[in-house]
C-alpha cells in the first residue's frame, strides 16, 4: 500500500464518524432507513428477549468501568478500548433509534439517557480525544425522542446542553456542525410543540445556516449527497410550514421551492426524495389554494366602513 494511501484511510475512530454512521438521527420528512431500522430492531427482540436487557447491561458496565478509571485517575485510551466502546454507544443509539420507531418508548429513553451519560463519563476520563461528537450525537436523539412524546421541557433541556457544548469548541468541524443543526431543527420543533411558530423561526434559520454551511463537506458519496439534500429539503420544508402557519403563504411557496429544487438536484437512487418530492408538492398546493382567502380577508379588511 502506496503512503498516500495509507494518509487516506480513516482510522477506527474515524470509521465510526463516516456520515452514512450518524446519518440516521438526522431530521428527515420521512426515512426508509429508519422505517427498516425499526423492523431489525423489533426482529432482534422477538429473537431475543432479552436483547434490550443486554444492551442495557453493555451500558451500565462502560459506566462502571468509567468510574473505576476516575477513581484509579487513568484515561480511556483507544489502546484500551475507546473505539469499542464508541462502537457499543453508537449501536446503542441505532438499537434506540429502532425502538422509537416501535413506539416503545420506555427502552428508546433508557438507552438514549445512558449513552448521554457513558459519553459525557468518557469525555470525563479521556484525555487525549475530543468527544464533542458524541456527547451531541447522544443529546440530538434523546431530545427528538422526548419530543415524540410531547416531553418538551426534558428536549429542551438536553438540547440546550447539546448547544452549550458546541459552542464551547473553539474547533467547527462539519460533523459538529452539521449535529448543532440538527439541535437547532429540534429546538424548533419544541417551539412549534408550544404553538410558537415566530421563536421556531429563528432556531429553523440557524438550522439552516448550520447545516448549509458544513453538511455537504461531510461526504463525497453520491448516495450521502441524497441523504444530504433530503435533509435540507426537511429544514427548507420545516421553515415554509413555519410561513404558512403564520399566513405568509408567499414565504412558504418560496420555500418549498428550495425543497423540490435540492431535492431534484440530488436525486439517486434512494426511495425517500419521491416520498418527500410528493409530501412538499401536497403542502404547495395547500398554500395556492389558501393564498387567495388570506389576500381577499386582507383586501375587505382594508376598506373603509361606509
Known sequence: MGADETEESPTGLQ????????SLFLPRLTSEPAKLN?????????RNPAFFDQLREKL????????????SGQACSVEGGLEKVLNVVLQSLVFAMGFLQNRQFHKAFVLGELCVQVSDQLAD????VDLTFWRLLCRVYL?????????????????????ELGAAVEETRQTLQSILGACSYALAQADLDESSPEKALDHVDAAIKQMEGNIWDVSQNLEDKEVISNVLATLYHFRGHCDFLCDRFDVALSWYDSALTVLGEHRDL???????????????QRAICLRPKAETVLETAAEPAS
Open 143 to 163: 431530545g427528538g425522542a422526548y419530543l415524540q412524546l410531547r416531553r418538551t421541557a426534558d428536549a429542551r433541556r438536553v438540547l440546550d446542553e447539546a448547544q
Open 38 to 46: 425499526g423492523a431489525y430492531t423489533l426482529m432482534r427482540q422477538q
Open 15 to 22: 470509521q465510526l464518524m463516516l456520515f452514512r454512521h450518524w
Open 60 to 71: 451500565h458496565q462502560i459506566l462502571q468501568d468509567c468510574d473505576m478509571l476516575h477513581v
Open 125 to 128: 476520563a479521556e484525555s487525549t
Open 270 to 284: 434512494g426511495t425517500d426524495t419521491d416520498a418527500m418530492v410528493a409530501y412538499v408538492k401536497h403542502d404547495i
